[in-house]
């Protein structure tokens, strides 16, 4: 497996997103108190990765990178990924005259006309 890539992302003074990537955990341990490591992560690759105070994480975030965000970063890109419309929008059928159009009666004394 190649080697992973740690990606800070946090958000600026001017309110743009900063990213910064890390070759390894090792600047982030020096940067960031460790209070754990993930143990319950459905990303099986995640377990066992450190988990820091004052960042979000760890999270996939594409193949081999590993990414950590502010609390503040986390929540507003999760109000804006919830708030985001679908672009696929589901159809129902259409009742004709009480009976489904294209659905067969199934000899059901109340749909037989």
Known sequence: MPQA???????????????RDYPSSEPLLR??????IDDCSTDLGLRGLPVFRGLVGPMPDGKNVIRYESPEVFETLTKEWGAAKSGRRRRRA???DGVLEGVPAMGHPALEA
């Open 5 to 19: 890539t740690f990606r800070v992302v946090t958000r600026g003074k001017d309110g743009t997103l900063r990213i």
């Open 31 to 36: 940067m960031h108190s460790q209070i754990g």
């Open 94 to 96: 259409k009742p004709v």
